[in-house]
Each structure stands twice: as structure tokens, then as C-alpha cells.
T-cell receptor, first 112, second 115 residues
């Protein structure tokens, strides 16, 4: 079993829809949680970062962490075709020098 | 462009040959990472440098893989006696020592195809 599990999709939604992306993890020692976005043939780029349970909002994006359930989510409101990409959850241990463990990624397609 | 740059972008080689990839991180970043990504999978950690010191190396990294960062600036990743299973995208990333957010700045990767 992988340390971080993520539904690979693809997830196809119409423009304007609310998107929910999820990851589960097995190691309760993970302390920092991130969402990265990766466009085709590009490197991943950081979208959201959080270290505590609860919600964190940034524009159309909301990251949610539930440490008791070992479950994290990313919500995208008013999805746009430009949001079409692969979304990777990532997490790290405290004092781990930013060494990240990634999920497998969920491919999202937003249709105009 | 002051981002992370990787070279070459694509390398095709025959099984058994050696290949070397180069990464130039963002100039003020102390930390440099190598990850490997296969199709449909997330990046997998390979190794990590803080300045010129290699601080961590994945147990998944066989003895055929070696990485260096001789002067704490650019880094090279060499794969000896390549195998078809080495075909993947090799991603380099860098970050600042002072950054606690987990933000890694990735390059666009070096894609390896082993025939």
C-alpha cells in the first residue's frame, strides 16, 4: 500500500462546476500538506500549503485537512478550462527538509 | 529566466549506456532535489542536497544512480548501465533553506527513454 493514495481520474467536469479532489494517507507523522498542479510536459507548481487541520482558502481554491481521518481535499470553485491539469497532493514530515511524498495525481479536465 | 533549468530535455539511449542529466537551480536556493516521475504517477523522491552535501538518498535508488552537487550550485544525476525500467521523467527542484512552506520549484524535467 502506498503512503499517499489519490484517485487517478480522469475527472471531467463542465466549466463553472465545483471540483473536489481527495487524498488519503497512512502515516500520521505527516505534518505539512500541499497541493501541486502539473500541466502537461511541465514540472509541478505549488497551489496550496497547510499544516493544520481545517480549511484554508485562496481565491477559488480551498484546501481541507482532517488529520484524524488522514484525509485531505482540494476544492475548486467556478472551474475554468485553464484548470485542466493533473493535481498532486503532497506531504512531508516535520524537519524533513521539504522532502515531499506525492500522491499519484488526479487528472482534471474542465470542458467549456 | 531565473527558474530551475534542466538539460537535456529529452534523452534517448540504448540499454546499457550511461546518461547524465544536469540541473541548474534558482541561484539563491540552498536545497536541491531529484525526483523521478513515470507516466500516470506522482513524482518519487530520489535524493536531496543542502548546499554541496547529499543529505538524503532514497532506498529505491540503486547503485547505478549517482548524484553530485560539487560546488553547491548545479547538480548532475548519472545513471550507469541504463535499463528499460529507468525510462521516466527526471525532475529537479530547488528550495530555500528558510522556506518552511514545502514549496519546491520544479524544472520542466529531463525525459529519459531507454530502448
Amino acid at each position: 500500500q502506498k503512503e499517499v493514495e489519490q484517485d487517478p481520474g480522469p475527472l471531467s467536469v463542465p466549466e463553472g462546476a465545483i471540483v473536489s479532489l481527495n487524498c488519503t494517507y497512512s502515516n500520521s507523522a505527516f505534518q505539512y500538506f500541499m497541493w501541486y498542479r502539473q500541466y502537461s510536459r511541465k514540472g509541478p507548481e505549488l497551489l496550496m500549503y497547510t499544516y493544520s487541520s481545517g480549511n484554508k482558502e485562496d481565491g477559488r481554491f480551498t484546501a481541507q485537512v482532517d488529520k484524524s481521518s488522514k484525509y485531505i481535499s482540494l476544492f475548486i470553485r467556478d472551474s475554468q478550462p485553464s484548470d485542466s491539469a493533473t493535481y498532486l497532493c503532497a506531504m512531508s514530515f516535520r524537519n524533513a527538509g521539504n522532502m515531499l511524498t506525492f500522491g499519484g495525481g488526479t487528472r482534471l479536465m474542465v470542458k467549456p | 529566466d531565473t527558474g530551475v533549468s534542466q538539460d537535456p530535455r529529452h534523452k534517448i539511449t540504448k540499454r546499457g549506456q550511461n546518461v547524465t542529466f544536469r540541473c541548474d537551480p534558482i541561484s539563491e536556493h540552498n536545497r536541491l532535489y531529484w525526483y523521478r516521475q513515470t507516466l500516470g504517477q506522482g513524482p518519487e523522491f530520489l535524493t536531496y542536497f543542502q548546499n554541496e552535501a547529499q543529505l538524503e538518498k532514497s532506498r529505491l535508488l540503486s547503485d547505478r544512480f549517482s548524484a553530485e552537487r560539487p560546488k553547491g550550485s548545479f547538480s548532475t544525476l548519472e545513471i550507469q548501465r541504463t535499463e528499460q525500467g529507468d525510462s521516466a521523467m527526471y525532475l529537479c527542484a530547488s528550495s530555500s533553506l528558510a522556506d518552511y512552506t514545502g514549496e519546491l520549484f520544479f524544472g520542466e524535467g529531463s525525459r529519459l527513454t531507454v530502448l
